[in-house]
């Protein structure tokens, strides 16, 4: 249930807050990526990503520590937006070999990185972030209801 606090914009509704949130993945072009090392090291930096097949598409050099923070897979967590509109995804990550990539995701990430193409620059490699959970507010007035994916699955 949205809530109304006196100086805030009203709370958008769960559904307009998911399709907003669709939007800035298909829109935007950076997400911060926080991961940790094996021995609890953080890690965070931004990427460029492409919203492809409902996950997030990225690359990186294969020694960067992201990368081998992910390495071959792992838990990860992405944020989009600014601290008044805040998109908190949790998901798994796998490393995926550039050849290995279907050519509609690597085209896509091609395209949408204006020509920049790494599946032929081989210390360069694709993670691929599966949503596990997706949050999404702007003020205290959505915390409540800030979650919009668990487990995968939509809940709206």
Not at 95 to 103: Q, S
Not at 105 to 114: G, I, N, R, V
Not at 118 to 134: A, G, H, M, N, S
Request: a negative charge; hydrophobic letters at 40%.
């Amino acid at each position: 249930m949205a809530t109304e606090i006196r100086g805030y914009d009203p709370a958008r509704s769960a559904e307009q807050r998911k399709h907003d949130v669709l939007a800035r993945l298909t829109r935007d072009d950076d997400v911060w990526v926080a991961t940790a090392s094996a021995d609890g090291g953080p890690c965070l930096v931004p990427l460029s990503f492409v919203w492809d097949q409902d996950t997030l598409l990225m690359c990186t050099r294969r020694t960067n520590p992201t990368a081998i923070n992910l390495t071959p897979r792992g838990p990860v967590v992405l944020t989009l937006g600014t601290t008044r509109d805040v998109v908190l995804i949790r998901g798994e990550a796998e490393v995926v070999e550039g050849a290995a990539l279907a050519n509609r995701s690597a085209d896509a990430f091609a395209d949408k990185l204006e020509g920049w193409d790494p599946r032929d620059q081989p210390r360069w490699i694709y993670l691929r972030v599966t949503p596990t959970t997706v949050q999404a507010w702007r003020e205290v007035n959505e915390l409540a209801d800030r979650d919009l994916m668990r487990d995968g699955a939509w809940l709206v």
